[in-house]
């Protein structure tokens, strides 16, 4: 049995494939599937070792919160290039770390640091921390740190 995500698009799911694994680079084809109506088509593909799978179908209801992708970066760095990587031509910044792709597909952009300030059992750090973060768009670690030490 396999479990993994299969989006939805009307006709750029080769584009987005093509798009998430120009950002990810430890990605790969896994194969495509061309339906009998010539308009309709699966593409499947690995981005990091998760597989996903993305349907051309004439038309698609909007993505929305309800689903995001979450990219677990390990420094600062990491967290501006997937930031950048993820908006390129038209994606939209949203708050706490979110972003849409050109594709109005949802992502998550989190700093591991993040995740570990958020789960300190000191909850007054924690929630200076969550106060910072509430403010941000894309996640800045130091200004993170600096209100964990208070």
Same mark, same amino acid.
């Given at each position: 049995?396999?479990?993994? /995500?299969?989006?939805?698009?009307?006709?750029?799911? #080769?584009?987005?494939?093509?798009?998430?694994?120009?950002?990810?680079?430890?990605?790969?084809?896994?194969?495509? *599937?061309?339906?009998?109506? /010539? #308009? %309709?088509?699966?593409?499947?593909?690995? %981005?990091?070792? %998760? /597989?996903?799978?993305? %349907?051309?179908?004439?038309?698609?209801?909007? !993505?929305? #919160?309800?689903?995001?992708?979450?990219?677990? *970066? #390990?420094?600062?760095?990491? *967290?501006? !290039?997937?930031?950048?990587?993820?908006?390129?031509?038209?994606?939209?910044? =949203?708050?706490? &770390?979110?972003?849409?792709?050109?594709? &109005?597909? !949802?992502?998550?952009?989190? /700093?591991?640091?993040?995740?570990?300030?958020?789960?300190?059992?000191?909850?007054?750090?924690? &929630?200076?921390?969550?106060?910072?973060?509430?403010?941000? =768009?894309?996640?800045?670690?130091?200004?993170?740190?600096?209100?964990?030490?208070?």
């Amino acid at each position: 049995m396999n479990i993994y /995500p299969h989006l939805w698009f009307e006709s750029q799911a #080769e584009e987005a494939m093509e798009f998430y694994m120009s950002v990810f680079k430890d990605s790969k084809v896994l194969g495509s *599937t061309d339906l009998p109506d /010539p #308009e %309709l088509s699966v593409v499947r593909f690995e %981005l990091a070792g %998760l /597989p996903v799978a993305a %349907l051309n179908a004439h038309s698609h209801a909007p !993505y929305n #919160e309800a689903f995001s992708f979450l990219v677990e *970066t #390990e420094d600062q760095a990491e *967290t501006d !290039y997937y930031w950048d990587a993820l908006r390129a031509g038209g994606g939209e910044e =949203k708050p706490c &770390g979110w972003l849409t792709d050109k594709f &109005g597909v !949802y992502w998550q952009v989190t /700093p591991k640091a993040l995740l570990q300030m958020l789960a300190d059992p000191d909850r007054d750090k924690a &929630g200076r921390v969550l106060q910072v973060m509430y403010k941000m =768009k894309k996640i800045i670690i130091a200004d993170l740190e600096r209100a964990y030490r208070g």
